[in-house]
């Protein structure tokens, strides 16, 4: 197991920007694909971005792609989620999760997930 703390959450005006971390303590950080997932009341969990153990491979969610960067420090043990652009849709509560399993890109595959941070976005 993996524990995994975010921060950095908050409010912003459409078009800002904000960075959120997630912390890794436990198990080590580099065995694992790193993802960001968001959620809103009564939606499922979206995939947001994911990044394998050693960075060199990343993903986005289509609609992310270009204003949201996913990025690690294994050194570190933290990963983190770059947003720009930011648009009013993207309100929700972001999640930072792990897996060291094949599928990172899906949050039925993950095995480990922090607790969220509410990003808020007006207009």
């Known amino acids: 197991q993996v524990q995994l703390v975010e921060s950095g959450g908050g409010a912003v005006q459409a078009g800002g920007s904000l960075r959120l971390s997630c912390s890794a303590s436990?198990?080590?950080?580099?065995?694992?694909?790193m993802g960001w997932f968001r959620q809103t009341p009564g939606k499922e969990r979206e995939f947001v971005a994911s990044?394998?153990?050693?960075?060199?491979?990343?993903y986005a969610a289509d609609s992310m792609k270009g204003r949201f960067t996913i990025s690690r420090d294994n050194a570190k043990n933290t990963v983190y989620l770059q947003m720009s652009s930011l648009k009013p849709e993207d309100t929700a509560v972001y999640y930072c999760?792990?897996?060291?399993?094949?599928?990172?890109?899906?949050?039925?595959?993950?095995?480990?997930w922090g607790k969220g941070t509410l990003v808020t976005v007006s207009s």
């Open positions: 999760a792990a897996t060291n399993g094949a599928d990172y890109r899906h949050a039925y595959a993950m095995d480990n």
């Open positions: 436990g198990r080590t950080f580099s065995n694992y694909a």
């Open positions: 990044i394998t153990w050693s960075g060199s491979s990343k």
